[in-house]
């Protein structure tokens, strides 16, 4: 058995669909563990692009399995949604994709509550997917939730429903309506319960690759705090999101040439000038999921160094370096100046980050097209220069770039 995790170590969206695809021909089984359908994840194959927002995106490759974790909230009818686009574009998901019972749903309640919070101004707005996302695991862990395996037992789940709803305060008439639209789900869904525990743990023969979603920068706990989404984007949340009760061989962190975030909350290196628009429209940064603009900036080293602390990763894949090509320099943020102090940590708190002051170092950029290099000596010496700056201040290899998104755009070294 070998078994290799990709995590985005930014604030997510850093081409994590395109080295889990990169990677996916070796794997039997590709994962997803935390996170819902607000991920977007980007695959191009040719003239098609693919948009995974649940479904792992290994099921791309004919025979391999995918799994959806006990980690991860599902919105039956837009998972039903996806796949029936899958399927129309030929995919098969007949044994070959299975869901643990544990994971939670996302009811419409929950999307209804996500969309209230974030049209009140009195509450901190995150600027969230509107996914119900945030209602769904605060359930959770309030012991308040539905589980995918409820949904095959009717009195059991017509008892949770009462009990859901009188905690929030809808009216109790509503557990029939709510009833009656997850039974339209429930048959179509039932092949695909699975022990999702049993599968991983006895996969002695197999290669397991878990798709990280969203970015430690998110993370419910490391992230920056309030600013964040609801699950454990970090690699512990592996463990807690499959049961998969092994240590990972591979923890493979992506990081993109520059930063970006969607939503809310502090972005140090932020550029709110014409390069940060320039990076915009060359890396074609608007979100996946929900066609926001993002906001560009500079690679953050101190972020970077922080988030491949905290998941212990092994190496990093660098992607869109592409995107970088034409700027006659290139900043890297390698500390911060918070007060009168200058700090390389990153701050526990938002309100620090917030204040935070990147200190740059600059280095001299490339012009050539890079999007044909497929050997790692014949990128610009000036690009190699660039990253192993980034790989000396955070002391892991680069081992893999993406110089696009097609599969054969990639270097590994
Ligand atoms: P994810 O959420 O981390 O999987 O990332 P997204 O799919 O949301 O965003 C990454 C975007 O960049 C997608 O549109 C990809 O097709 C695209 N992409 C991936 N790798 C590269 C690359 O190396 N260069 C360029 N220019 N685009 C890339
Ligand atoms: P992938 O997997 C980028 C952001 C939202 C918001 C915050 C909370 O494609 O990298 P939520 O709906 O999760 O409660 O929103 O998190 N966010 C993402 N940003 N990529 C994602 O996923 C994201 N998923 C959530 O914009 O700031
Ligand atoms: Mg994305």
New binding site residues.
Partial sequence: MSSTAVLGCAW??EA??KIVDVLAKDADYVVRFQGGNN????IKLKDKKFVFHLVPSGILYPGKTCLIGSGVVIDPFQLLAEMDGLKAQGISFENRFFIDPRAQIVLPLHCELDGKAEADSKQTNIGTTKRGIGPCYSDAIARYGIRFGDLFDKKYLTERLENIIRYHNYPISDVSIVLEKLEQVTEQLRPFLKQIPYLLNEADDKNILFEGAQGTLLDVTFGTYPFVTSSHTSSGGIAIGTGFGKKVDRIVGILKSYYTRVGKGPFPTELHDEIGNRIRIQGNEF???TGRPRRCGWFDAVAAKYTSMINGIDEIAFTLLDVLSGFDTLKICTAYKIGDIITNEFPHSAKDLEQAIPQYIELPGWNDDITGITEYNKLPINAQKYIAKIEEIISKNVTIVSVGPERGQTIFR
């Fill in positions: 997510g969206d994590k669909a991920a977007g994840h980007t979100g996946s999921t």
